[in-house]
């Protein structure tokens, strides 16, 4: 057991030792953990750093290899804050795209971005959900309406509007970025 | 009673707590030495306890403090007296709206207990270092932040070097929300720290973002339609301040416009700044219950004169009232208290590679991927692939060329829960 009385009588001579180098942050421990999980992500996704040694900003690309956006190459930024874990990343897709759960600020409805976050996922997490919107996007939640309307009514032409999208092309009025290399 | 000298103790007037630390008993904590020494003690400069925080915790903590005998305390708050907090704030007056919640407090406590010492500090805990923190005994913490305790819980844990007791300062947190709270102990490296529980803790209400784009039902929803989706439209250079009105005004106006849209009702104006700002409701008597546990086991923590609360007391009143005390559990991969902090001397001649291969070498850790890191620059990355190829020229710069004599490196590895601080000194 602990006994602050004697602890204190010794700590008056040893006063003021101190003067240790800074501590790393718990945030930078865990995001450095979180880039450790980060060496067997598949070949459809790439992670870069516009600065190596700032862990708290960088971008995904993924390229699906399968689905309705095969061939694109989408990216997205990801905003670490220092409320990591407790807060989920800050992630929006950098291009304006036709997708029912992104909508043209590149706001992402993934459910583990906000309500379903839990600090015990991780970047690796995200990134999974992110790359499975692309494989199934889903209609019910939508946030680019129209393109959800297009999908649950008519798979063909909703087919049509992606590959025309990802071309740069215009649909309802809205001119997509193009994201095929 | 007649006072002679009020800034002295009369007769009697700690009777109550040296009951308590007069006689030992058959529950009493192994090695406890009741006694007029251990009275002095708690009386004295050499008992000095820090309070952080002086809200709606901080005030109820700083009378019980002071009424236990507590002589020497010392509080920190970085807030100012809002008109807001008087309905609970027991320790401000109407007159003292706009003033420092820490000076505040420590002069109405002073005035009001006498004998006691309270010193103020008007700033932010991340203001004050190692040294100020390290003249405590107990940490006692009443905040509302998950932020401020992960700093308050990673700052005195990476204080605490297990070859000098001294370095250890029990933290003794409380928190509530609502009609609910808990109080616990955390002993650096012993038992769980506040990082260990961040899973726990309850997170801010969120929506689901499909909902408040398209199919709002509640007044929240209107709200963070205007803050969320709106304001970043239209503003899109500044944040939203919460304490700014002109900010709450255009968020509450837009947030009407959404509402009258989809005939909801409720959307108000402290509602838009309660969700702006998420803020919980404070009930009075819970930070009373919480306050009064928490400086309870305070008190038992400086005297030993009874076992303190293993380790964690949570009480529920929000569905009848419930309260349940458990050891919460030590996370093995927690990246404040599952870091160890070794201490190495090399060459700063050495390659970094050097450095690696001492570890991979080290008996013990294990390591067999390790990424290092300072506390402001990647070192060596193993991953992802971007990452190790722009650190990998590193590995055969210098030690010296990357980092300096008495810097920590923080060292993880894929296969590994705990993280390893190296602190590494140049021979």
Not at chain 2, 376 to 395: D, F, H, I, V, W
Request: glycine fraction near 6%; hydrophobic fraction near 35%; proline fraction near 6%.
């Amino acid at each position: 057991m602990l006994n602050i009385m004697s602890i204190k009588k010794k700590n008056a001579a040893d006063a003021a030792a101190g003067g240790r180098s800074p501590k790393t942050s718990a945030t930078k421990i865990r995001l450095q953990k979180d880039m450790d999980d980060l060496s067997n992500i598949p070949k459809t996704m790439t992670v870069s750093f516009p600065n190596p040694d700032d862990l708290f900003n960088f971008s995904l690309t993924i390229t699906p290899d399968d689905g309705f956006y095969k061939g694109g190459v989408f990216r997205f930024s990801f905003k670490i804050k220092e409320g990591y874990p407790h807060e989920a990343p800050k992630v929006l897709c950098t291009q304006k795209i036709y997708h029912p759960n992104i909508d043209l600020e590149g706001n992402v409805c993934l459910n583990i971005l906000r309500e379903d976050w839990k600090p015990v996922l991780n970047i690796n997490s995200v990134m999974i959900g992110l790359q499975y919107i692309f494989l199934e996007p889903n209609p019910d939640d939508p946030l680019n309406k129209e393109a959800a309307v297009v999908l649950n009514t008519n798979r063909t032409l909703f087919v049509q509007n992606v590959n025309k999208s990802m071309r740069g092309g215009i649909i309802g009025g809205v001119s997509y970025d193009n994201v095929l290399q | 009673m007649e006072i002679d000298n009020p800034t002295s103790d009369w007769a009697n007037r700690w009777r109550h707590p040296d009951v308590y630390l007069q006689r030992s008993g058959p529950y009493a904590v192994e090695g406890y030495m009741p006694g007029d020494e251990l009275t002095e003690f708690i009386h004295s400069d050499d008992c000095k306890i820090l309070v952080v925080g002086a809200g709606g915790l901080g005030c109820e903590l700083l009378k019980n403090l002071a009424l236990m005998g507590f002589k020497d305390i010392h509080v920190i708050d970085m807030d100012t007296i809002d008109v807001s907090n008087l309905n609970r704030q027991f320790l401000f007056r109407y007159k003292d709206v706009g003033k420092s919640k820490a000076e505040v407090a420590s002069e109405f406590i002073m005035n009001r207990v006498s004998g006691c010492k309270v010193t103020p500090f008007f700033g932010k805990i991340q203001d004050k270092d190692e040294e100020y923190y390290s003249q405590f005994s107990i940490i006692i913490c009443g905040l509302d932040s998950v932020e401020a305790r992960r700093w308050m819980n990673a700052t005195i844990i990476g204080m605490y070097d297990e070859e000098d007791p001294s370095t250890m300062k029990p933290i003794v947190d409380g928190g509530t929300e609502g009609f609910k709270g808990q109080s616990r102990v955390i002993i650096p490296r012993n038992t769980a720290c506040y990082e260990c529980s961040l899973d726990m803790q309850t997170k801010p209400v969120t929506f689901p973002i499909c909902t408040i784009a398209n199919t709002p039902r509640l007044p929240e929803h209107c709200i963070q339609y205007a803050s969320l989706l709106l304001w970043p439209k239209s503003f899109p250079e500044t944040k939203i301040d919460g304490d700014d009105p002109d900010h709450i005004s255009w968020l509450f106006s837009e947030a009407t416009k959404r509402a009258d849209e989809f005939g909801i009702r409720g959307v108000t104006r402290t509602l838009t700044m309660g969700v702006v700002k998420n803020i919980i409701p404070a009930i009075a008597s819970t930070n009373a219950i919480v306050a009064a546990a928490t400086a309870n086991e305070a008190f038992k923590l400086a005297t030993s004169c009874a076992p303190i609360v293993n380790n964690y007391m949570m009480y529920v009143g929000d569905e009848g009232l419930y309260t349940y005390t458990f050891p919460l559990e030590k996370k093995p991969d927690c990246p404040v208290c599952g870091t160890e902090s070794v201490k190495i001397t090399i060459s700063g001649g050495w390659k970094l590679q050097e450095l690696i291969d001492l570890l991979l070498e080290r008996p013990g850790t294990q390591l067999k991927r390790p990424s290092l890191r300072t506390s402001t620059k990647s070192l060596y990355m193993q991953s992802p692939k971007m990452l190790e190829e722009a650190t990998r020229p590193n590995l055969e710069k210098l030690c010296s060329e990357l980092f300096s004599s008495g810097d920590t490196v923080v060292v993880t590895d894929a296969n590994l829960p705990i993280s390893l601080q190296l602190v590494i000194t140049f021979e």
